[in-house]
């Protein structure tokens, strides 16, 4: 799985709208539509906020591994 898809589902699975979790990491959006698509690739510091916002480690949002764990602490 890709991230486009990956931050699609997990944004589905919390019933929350495109602009909500838009307003969360400060995009437009539009902005955050063309992520979900992959018209645009998602900056770094974007998808750390996407991962810390749903309190999940890179990997997993990333799409590297289907197994699901939090985002680390400091």
């Not at 486009?4 to 919390?14: T, W």
């Not at 495109?18 to 990491?25: F, G, H, L, P, S």
């Not at 749903?54 to 602490?73: A, C, E, L, W």
């Amino acid at each position: 799985m890709n991230y486009q898809n990956r931050i699609k589902e997990l944004r589905e699975d919390g019933d929350l709208s495109q602009k909500i979790v838009a307003e969360k990491i400060h995009v437009a959006q539009t902005t955050y539509s063309d992520y979900e698509t992959g018209k645009v690739r998602i900056p770094l510091e974007n998808l750390i906020s996407l991962a810390r916002y749903y309190n999940v480690d890179m990997n997993y949002i990333s799409g590297i591994t289907n197994q699901r764990h939090t985002f680390p602490k400091n």
